[in-house]
């Protein structure tokens, strides 16, 4: 543990960014000391992964600076909007989206950028000794010479990781670490933090889950819309009292009314399909999902979500066993045939899958449904008739942006989300499939896409709402479903650690 | 049947394969660079036709062949720039850049031929690379004609395989290159420069095809002429693909295409009469886009390729 | 420190970018110009005059720019598609080849018959021609920019094949051309002792017919989608590779079609020197237009016009024609430059205050 002694590392003094209209920090402060781990807490949009960045240098602060201990022991200004400079001064950053070069071996991917560009060659030996000695000192383990695409997601992020140790940095910042992890994978990551800061490492790890921060953190400074709204030791901190200063006075999710669930309106009986590869596959998967009932497909992604979600939006057709829609076989494997059967696909990837970028709302909204007679007629689009649908879904769903025809590029994540929300949820479906329909969205958002799912099931329709986000899927889902290896397996209960255990393949609980 | 084993036995055979082979080993590889940096330089066709010009024209002013060398390269390495500045910091379409570089140099080469040369009927003349001469090697019966009978370009395009080979494989430049055409945020992240790397690796890349370009006006012929790219530069980019974007497979690949068109070249002596020459002539091209249809399938483009990406937006 | 923001699309610069384009190209002419001694405003001068000194001048730029519409709309077609056809230029010649394979005397059938029927096969050459590169793209992955461009050199050979063999004209002397396209193929004149023809107007009613299609139909929603995020367009149940198809064999149409207007309205015979570069000068035009149909008409007149110009100036004074090709290229690249002023706006970030 660290004591008010241990001497400030890292001040962040007043750090203020703007994104056009969205201040995204605001006048933020932050200490660090030395061997300190310090949770940086906020709902999603509160401002800690652009905090983040300013401090790295990847984005520059409209106001403020970052100071940083020198080799004097003393606080000195580190300049702004220079990567490079933070790496120097001992900063290393572990980005949520990992920032590793597929192509390379773990050991290149560690090295990149530490050596002087223009040696003729590079010292491999001297590289893997250094890389090993690290390895044994943190615990953390990789094998250096495979590619960094054949490694495990775990592996990759111990990679990152090592990376940051490589560059001797003396404090690490861990940005939502454990959003692709296992609760047990997580617990060991935090396990070998710990004993890297009682080692003279401070951390600023960044997360929006209260349990891993009430267990390993010694402090906490909470973020809410770019402000600091309060910072304590964590021995003094309790769940209800950091939630409320995450959230503000809202209180956190709508509860769920109990429900019978009605006829099957989603069958799959022993299917499998193709993934890139084993892991990533359908294998036999058996699930049914019916009216009035949301089934949650808890697991770490790449476990097959991909398969299913594909298999279920009609972009993959299975190779074995049987698929029914609302008690008929599935005939025709399309988006189309799927759509027209009463499927409502919100993807995971909503800029790559959800949208498209370039065109307008309008068109987005209608993109699904271009044989309509509403939307077209003979082939002619009916401009009339989608404006006014496009006013129509705009109010109801409270999609904000500069206009029916601006490019939906313009529009910000959770008014996209809730674009599609109203394209799906338009065309009244029996079935939905919820890909991840949370991810990355504030928290006003991302409580609009829970409450239309929950209206949907009270409307009859069935939900598959697959998510990495445990919590979100005790709160929304009647039955929790394990995704591990391909493999789909119930849970018998809500128990948090044998979900946990499911996800890391482990005994049937 | 006589006749493939007589083409095969004569070492002009084999001599000429590396001959073609020359220009397109230094196109691959500059296109191999670009690309390997996440870059897609379809400015390779005018760069050649600015590489051919330019060099020639230094040489023809009487700066001497290894001066032409050099001009042809900085030409290059400027046509580079352009296309690195509209399409690593401004991000902007790499196919329509390419292109529109392309459409640049040559008019360009073509406009300054003809300024500086308005009047002349048959195009002037320089005295080009000669084969060198090795002392024992190219003594030695078939092999030594056949192999060791090459301008000093031949023996450069060869150097610069293992120069690219080496800087790729081996230093931490290469290192860097090969990451920033896979993921640029992982260079950005370790504090390298990806704009830097991508406007180098663009502007190395261009110079090698210019010089590639002025293998044809200095050791191929002697002179320049309106079109004598002739589609050379798109050869390339289909061999790169076919290479899997490695340089000795990029060797291999051009060889294998020069000899290929060397072959067809006699064969068309041999058949000329009962098959017309053009078919002959369509061979290469031909033979590009069978082997671009074969690589395709497995090729493992480099994951950053054509996708531009920002400083600060991730 | 500059960040780079996207900006709300503006109907404004939408057309004021293409215009500044044309204008910087033009202005920057003038360092070639100067470099190469000449008088640079006389230059100039010449030039306009060569374009609008006279009606006879005029038509000139409308016969020119009649198959660079249709190269245009051949490139901005499947550009917007995200098709990358680079083979116009081939495509035009395979168009040219069959006009005269079926117009020079192999059938006959009135007019009425004949026309249509010479331009179907053309635009049907052409969309063959494009037709290979795209399904190797769809069936094999295969990069349809290498593709294009290596099979415009292929059908060039194949067209000199042919004009040498089966067909040669009979009467021409061993010269390597084909028979004239019969009278009843012809396309006819627009005016009296000029040399614009019917194809203009086919350019010009297929450009408003696409603009039509690809604003207010389905079908060019499809499209565009396609173009804009293929996975997108996918997921939300458009079949993808049917519609790069449609594209593929419309796009080489059109680039078939300017081949039949420039040996059934123009020459009257094939030669392999037919086209001094309409296939890859449509793809400046499709650009300088911003891929729109309408655009595509404006940009293919200026482009002609700087032909058209640059030729009755070099004439003129000597400066080499080349000039044309040059202005050309830069205003590919101006263009391009002025998409990016057009999608964003670099903002001045301030840094923050030193302490």
């Given at each position: 543990m660290t004591d008010r002694q241990s001497p400030v590392v890292l001040r962040l003094a007043g750090l203020t960014k703007r994104f056009g209209s969205v201040l995204a920090n605001d006048a933020v402060e932050l200490d660090l000391r030395r061997g300190e781990i310090l949770a940086l807490l906020g709902e999603n949009g509160a401002g800690k992964t652009t905090l983040m960045n300013m401090l790295f240098g990847h984005y520059l602060p409209d106001a403020g600076h970052v100071e940083i201990i020198g080799p004097d022991g003393r606080l000195a200004p580190l300049p702004a909007g220079h990567p490079e400079a933070a790496l120097r001064a001992g900063i290393g950053m572990v980005h949520q989206h990992f920032t590793l070069a597929y192509n390379l071996s773990a050991l290149d991917n560690i090295v990149l950028g530490a050596e002087p560009l223009l040696a003729w060659r590079r010292d491999r030996q001297a590289a893997r000794a250094k890389i090993d000695a690290i390895m044994a000192r943190s615990g953390l383990t990789v094998a250096l010479d495979a590619p960094v695409s054949q490694l495990s997601v775990g592996e990759r992020q111990r990679v990152e990781i090592l990376k940051a140790l490589y560059r001797e940095a003396r404090i690490l910042v861990l940005d939502e670490p454990t959003a692709v992890l296992t609760p047990q994978e997580a617990d060991s990551l935090f396990e070998t933090v710990g004993r890297m800061a009682a080692d003279g490492l401070s951390v600023i790890f960044i997360s929006h889950k209260l349990r891993e921060v009430l267990a390993f953190s010694h402090r906490i400074e909470v973020l809410r819309h770019g402000r600091n709204v309060g910072g304590m030791a964590t021995a003094d901190a309790d769940e209800t009292r950091i939630a409320r200063l995450m959230v503000g006075a809202e209180t956190a999710t709508d509860p769920r009314p109990p429900m019978a669930p009605g006829a099957p309106v989603l069958e799959l009986r022993g299917v499998s399909v193709a993934g890139p590869d084993a892991r990533r596959s359908l294998t036999g998967a058996t699930l049914e999902v019916r009216a009035h009932e949301i089934v949650g497909i808890a697991g770490?992604?790449?476990?097959g979500q991909s398969a299913l979600a594909a298999l279920l939006s009609g972009l993959a057709e299975p190779e074995s066993g049987e698929m029914r829609l609302a008690d008929a076989p599935v005939a025709r494997f399309t988006p189309a045939a799927f759509v027209a059967a009463g499927v409502g696909r919100i993807p995971e990837d909503r800029h790559h899958e959800g949208v498209?970028?370039?065109?307008s709302v309008a068109e987005n909204l209608v993109i699904e449904a271009l044989g309509d007679p509403e939307v077209s007629r003979l082939g002619f689009l009916r401009r009339g008739a989608i404006r006014a649908r496009t006013a129509e879904a705009c109010a109801e769903f409270d999609v904000r942006g500069p206009g029916p025809y601006a490019p939906v590029r313009l529009l910000s994540g959770g008014n996209m989300q809730k674009l599609i929300l109203a394209r799906v949820f338009g065309r009244a479906p029996r079935l939905i499939l919820a890909n991840q329909p949370t991810r990355g969205l504030d928290l006003g958002a991302a409580h609009a896409v829970a409450r239309r799912l929950l209206e949907a099931r009270a409307r009859g329709a069935g939900v598959v709402l697959i998510s990495e986000d445990l919590d979100e899927i005790l709160s929304l889902a009647d039955r929790i479903v394990v995704m591990h290896d391909g493999g789909m397996r119930e849970a018998a209960s809500r128990d948090r650690a044998a979900i946990g255990l499911m996800m890391a393949g482990q005994a049937a609980a | 049947m006589m006749e493939i084993l007589d083409i095969l036995a004569n070492p002009n055979f084999w001599s000429a394969s590396i001959r073609i082979a020359t220009p397109l080993i230094f196109g691959v590889l500059g296109a191999l660079l670009c690309e390997r940096a996440g870059v897609l330089n379809l400015g390779i066709e005018g760069i050649f036709v600015a590489g051919a010009m330019a060099g020639w024209m230094a040489v023809w002013l009487g700066l001497g062949l290894w001066g032409g060398i050099a001009v042809a390269a900085l030409t290059g390495a400027g046509f580079g720039l352009i296309h690195a500045i509209l399409t690593v910091?401004?991000?902007?379409?790499q196919h329509v850049s390419g292109l529109g570089v392309t459409l640049l140099a040559t008019s360009l080469s073509y406009f300054t031929y003809r300024t500086a040369l308005p009047d002349v009927s048959t195009p002037p003349r320089i005295v080009p690379f000669r084969a060198l001469d090795i002392p024992l090697l190219s003594d030695i019966p078939f092999l030594g004609p056949a192999l060791f009978q090459q301008t000093a370009l031949s023996w450069l395009a060869l150097a610069a395989v293992a120069l690219v080979w080496w800087v790729l494989a081996r230093t931490p430049l290469g290192l860097a290159i090969r990451a920033v055409g896979d993921n640029p945020d992982a260079v950005d992240a370790q504090g390298l420069s990806v704009y830097g790397l991508r406007i180098g690796a663009v502007m190395a890349g261009s110079a090698l095809m210019a010089i590639g370009g002025s293998f044809l006006t200095m050791a191929a012929f002697d002179a320049f002429f309106f079109g004598m790219v002739n589609g050379r530069g798109w050869i390339c980019i289909a061999l790169v693909i076919f290479a899997s974007w490695r340089p000795w497979k990029a060797l291999a690949g051009a060889l294998l295409f020069g000899a290929f068109d060397a072959f067809q070249v006699r064969l068309q002596t041999e058949y000329g009469n009962a098959v017309p020459g053009q078919i002959f002539l369509m061979a290469p091209y031909i033979l590009s886009i069978i082997a671009l249809v074969v690589a395709a399938r497995r090729a493992d483009y480099p994951r950053a390729l054509l996708t531009p990406w920002f400083k600060g937006q991730r | 420190m500059m960040r780079i923001e996207p900006r709300q699309p503006s109907r404004v610069v939408n057309v004021a970018v293409p215009v500044l384009a044309a204008l910087v190209s033009l202005l920057l002419a003038a360092i070639p110009l100067a470099l190469a001694g000449a008088d640079v405003l006389a230059a100039f001068r010449l030039m306009w005059s060569g374009v609008f000194g006279s009606p006879f001048a005029f038509t000139e730029t409308l016969t020119r720019a009649t198959p660079l519409i249709l190269t245009g709309l051949a490139a901005a077609l499947a550009f917007r598609a995200k098709l990358w056809n680079i083979g116009g230029e081939g495509q035009l010649y395979l168009g040219a080849l069959a006009a005269v394979a079926l117009g020079s005397g192999a059938i006959s059938a009135p007019p009425a018959v004949m026309i249509p029927l010479v331009l179907l096969a053309g635009a049907a050459a052409g969309a063959a021609g494009m037709a290979v590169p795209a399904f190797l793209k769809v069936?094999?992955?295969?990069d349809e920019v290498v593709t294009t461009l290596l099979l415009n050199f292929v059908i060039l050979l194949f067209v000199q094949m042919m004009l040498e063999g089966?067909?040669?004209?009979?009467?021409?002397?061993?010269?390597p051309q084909s028979a004239p396209v019969i009278e009843k193929a012809t396309l006819p004149q627009l005016m009296d002792r000029m040399r614009v023809h019917a194809g203009l107007l086919i350019g010009l009613g297929l450009a408003v017919l696409f603009h039509i299609l690809l604003t207010r139909t389905t079908w060019g929603m499809k499209m565009r989608a396609v173009g804009e995020n293929a996975p997108a367009a996918r997921h939300a149940g458009i079949p993808v590779t049917r519609t790069l198809m449609g594209a593929a064999l419309i796009s080489g149409g059109l680039a078939g079609l300017a081949g039949v207007g420039e040996v059934a309205g123009l020459k009257g015979y094939l030669t392999a020197?037919?086209?001094?570069g309409y296939g890859y000068a449509g793809i400046v035009v499709a650009m300088l237009a911003r891929l729109s149909p309408l655009g595509t008409v404006a940009s293919a007149l200026f482009i002609a016009a700087v032909f058209v110009g640059a030729d009755s100036m070099s004439r003129a004074i000597g400066v080499s024609s080349y000039l044309a090709d040059l202005v050309v290229a830069i205003a590919l690249l101006c263009v391009l430059i002025g998409g990016f002023v057009s999608r964003y706006r670099i903002v001045r970030v301030r840094t923050g205050e030193a302490p």
């Open positions: 770490v992604s790449g476990n498209v970028p370039d065109m | 910091p401004l991000g902007l379409s | 069936r094999f992955g295969a089966p067909l040669q004209d009979p009467m021409g002397m061993g010269w020197d037919l086209s001094p």
